[in-house]
C-alpha cells in the first residue's frame, strides 16, 4: 500500500453547511505524516466541524477526504486516535474496563488490552484508579483518562482537540511529554487549539482558520520568516505613549510590563533598529531590547484582521 | 467485529449491576417466598377444625347436619373448605339458658370455638344462630351455613318421603362444556386459548414498554455523557446502535430466561401438586399449542427488536431523560392501540381488518399471536408478517444511525420533523 508515502490527511475543497450556516467553505489541507501540525482559530471558526469530517463521524456536503491516501470511512478510523473537545466516558463504568473497551473497539486484542491499559494508567500516575468508577475521578483524571483513550490503540495519526484544556500545570507537562515521545515515534499529531503559546511550542506546521475558510497554511518557521523580524520586544518602565512616537514603530501593544512594537516593513534594518534604541533610551528605563519574529498570536491577529474587513472580497 | 465489542460490554456492564442481580434473582425469590408462604397459611387454616357444640332443639336434624358436615370435612383437604368437629350438647327449651351460659365459658376459655342453637321449627323457619368468638371468620359461617341448608334441605325431602338413596343421586353437580365451531372445521375449547393469548400478549407488552426504555436510556445516555463521539470516531454509528440494541436485548433474554426457568419450575411443582390432590389438570390446558408457542417466540423478538430500534430512536433524538419521557408517549399510545385492537382481532379473527392489521409492523407481533391463538391463519401469512417485522426494524435501526450521528452534536433543542428529516439528509 502507498500508505507511507502518501501525506496522513488531505482535505480538498470541503465543505460543510448546517442549513443556512455554513460551517466549513473550499478547506485545503495537507498535513504531512510525522508532522505536528497545529490547527488553530478562533471559537466558531470551525476547527471542530473540519475535524470531525476527517474522522469520518460527518460526511462533507462537497470536497474529499484522504487518510494516507485512503478515502475517509469508516476504515479509516482504526488510523486515528482522537480526542473530541467534549469530553466524554462512561461514567458508571470502571476505568481499566473502559479503556479495554475503547482499546477493543479500535481492534486491539482482547489479550493485549489490559497489558496496555495497565501500562498507560501507570504512565499518567492513575495506577492506582483503574477499578473506580469514572465519576469517581476529578476533572483533570477524567482528561488524562480520555487522552488514553486517544493513544491507546497506537495508531499512526493523533488528532487532538483542544487537549491541554482543564489540566493544571503538571499534567499539562505531563502531557506534552508523551505527545513529544509520540512525536518522536513518528506519529503525526494534529493539535487543534486557539492557545497560540501553545502551538507555537510544539507545531512545525500550522493552519489557521477563520469563519470556515483558511487564512494561511504552512510551516511555523516559513510563516515567520515571510514577515520577517517585524517586532520589537521592550521591557520597560515609563509612559507607554512614547513608545509609539518612536520612529518607525507602526504600532505598540502594550502588556504593562513589556511591549511589543510592531516596525514598519522599512524600517526593520540594524540600523533603523538602533535608533528607535537612541529614541527611547533618555526616556524610558529599559531592560530588555529585542528584535523577533512575530509571535504566532501577532500572525494570527494580522490575518484575520486583514482578512476579515474586506469579508465579502474573500469570500 | 466491532459489533460483537459493543454487544459484549452492553450485556456484561448490564448484568453486573447490583440492580440486575437482585431483580433477576430476588423477583422469583420473592415470588416463591409468597407461594411458600401462602401454602403454609393454607395448610395451616385446613388442618385446624372448629371444635363446634350443637345444640339441636329440633331434637332431629343433628344426625342430617352430622352427615352433611362430616363429608364436606373429609373433603375439605381437596376443596379448601372448613374442617368441623361437631359435639351435641342436649338441652331442652326450658335448659337453653343455663346450657347456653355453660358454653359461653367454654367459648370464652377457648374448648370450644362456637356453638350453634338450632330451634325446634328448624325446618319451617330456616334459622339457627351461631356463637362464636370470632364472628369474623367469614369462610367458617359460609361452609358452616351451607352444610346446615342441605341438612335441613335433606330432613325436609324425608320428611316428603324421598328415600335416602335417591337424595345423593339427586345431589349432583352439573358441567358446561363449550366447543368452538371454525370455518376450518376444526373444533377446539376456545376458552383456555385465548386466556393464554392474552396472558402471551401482555407478557410481550410488559417486556417491550420495560427494556425499550432501557435502550432509550442507554442511547440518551451516550449523549448526555458525550462518549458517544469517542465511539464514533471507532465504530460506524449502523454497528453501535446494532450493538447497543443486541446487547440490551440479549440482557433481557437473560434476564426473561431466569424468570422463565422459574416460572416453569412452579408451574411444574404446581401441577404435581394438583396431580397428587387427584385434580385433573390436562382438561383446563389448550390443546396442542405448539405452534402458538413457536409464533409467540418469533414474535417476541421480531417485535422486542421493531420496539427496542424505535425506542433507540426517540434516544438519539432527545438531549435527557425528561424529553425522553414526554417523546416517547406517542410510541406508548401506539403500543396501547394495539394491546386494545387486539381483544377486536380476538373477537373476529377473519375480518378483513384483522388480517390486514395483523401485517403493519407495530402491531404485528401481537395481531398475529392473537391470530394464531384463536383461529388458523396460513402459514405463509404468519412468516411473511415476521419477515415485514424483522425487515422494519433493520430500516428503523438504519435510520436510527442516522439520526444518531447529527444528533449527538446538536445537544441543543429537540429537532422538529422537518429538522429530523434534514439531519437523515446530512448524515
Known sequence: ?315 | MKILTVIKRELLTRTRTKGFVFFTFGIPLLAAGFLFLEYQIVQASQNVSSNIAVVDLSQSLYPELNQVITKSTAQAATDGGSRFHLTQVESTAAALPQTEESLRQRVLHKSLDGYLVIPADVLTSRTAQYHARNAAAFAVRADLSSSLRQAVNRARMLAAGIPTAQLDSMAGSFDLNQLKVSATGDSRDNGQTAILAIVLISALYLVMLLYGVVVMRAVTEEKTTRISEVLLSAVDPFSLMLGKILGVVATALVQLAVWGICLGLFVAYGLTMLQAAGINWTQYMPHDASWLYVCFLLFFIAGFLLYASIYAAIGSVVSSEQEAQQTQLPLTIVLMVGYYLAFYVMANPTTWLSVVLSFVPFFAPVLMVTRVAVSNPPVWQVLASFALCLATFWLCTKITAKIYRVGILMTGKRPTLPELLRWLKYA
Open chain 1, 1 to 315: 500500500m502507498s500508505a507511507s508515502s502518501s501525506p496522513a490527511i488531505v482535505c480538498e475543497a470541503i465543505h460543510k453547511s448546517y442549513g443556512d450556516v455554513r460551517a466549513v467553505e473550499n478547506l485545503s489541507l495537507t498535513v504531512p505524516t510525522g508532522a505536528v501540525y497545529g490547527f488553530l482559530g478562533p471559537n466558531g471558526s470551525g476547527k471542530t466541524t473540519s475535524i470531525r469530517m476527517m474522522v469520518a463521524i460527518l460526511l462533507p456536503d462537497s470536497g474529499q477526504i484522504h487518510i494516507h491516501g485512503l478515502p475517509v470511512g469508516d476504515h479509516t478510523k482504526d488510523q486515528i486516535g482522537y480526542l473530541p473537545e467534549e469530553r466524554g466516558l462512561y461514567q458508571k463504568m470502571k476505568v481499566g474496563e473502559q479503556l479495554e473497551f475503547l482499546a477493543e473497539l479500535k481492534r486491539v486484542p482482547k489479550s493485549e488490552a489490559k497489558g496496555r491499559v495497565t501500562r498507560w494508567l501507570e504512565r499518567v500516575e492513575l495506577g492506582a484508579w483503574a477499578d473506580k468508577k469514572v465519576n469517581d475521578l476529578s476533572k483533570g483524571m477524567q482528561q488524562k483518562i480520555q487522552f488514553i483513550a486517544a493513544v491507546i490503540a497506537d495508531p499512526p495519526i493523533l488528532i487532538l482537540d483542544e487537549f491541554s484544556s482543564g489540566l493544571d500545570p503538571v499534567n499539562a507537562n505531563l502531557l506534552n511529554d508523551i505527545l513529544l515521545e509520540q512525536r518522536a515515534k513518528g506519529k503525526t499529531i494534529l493539535l487543534s487549539t486557539h492557545r497560540m503559546e501553545e502551538a507555537e511550542r510544539l507545531c512545525d506546521h500550522v493552519c489557521l482558520i477563520n469563519k470556515g475558510h483558511k487564512v494561511l497554511d504552512g510551516r511555523l518557521s516559513d510563516l515567520r520568516a515571510a514577515t520577517g523580524k517585524s517586532t520589537l520586544r521592550v521591557d520597560y518602565t515609563g509612559d507607554p505613549a512614547i513608545l509609539r512616537q518612536a520612529p518607525g514603530v507602526a504600532s505598540a501593544e502594550d502588556f504593562g510590563n513589556y511591549a511589543e512594537l510592531k516596525l514598519r516593513p522599512d524600517a526593520q534594518s540594524p540600523q533603523s533598529v538602533a535608533e528607535i534604541m537612541r529614541f527611547l533610551a533618555p526616556r524610558l528605563v529599559i531592560t530588555r531590547f529585542e528584535q523577533l519574529e512575530p509571535s504566532l498570536n501577532q500572525i494570527f491577529l494580522d490575518t484575520v484582521a486583514s482578512t476579515s474587513v474586506p469579508a465579502s472580497a474573500s469570500a
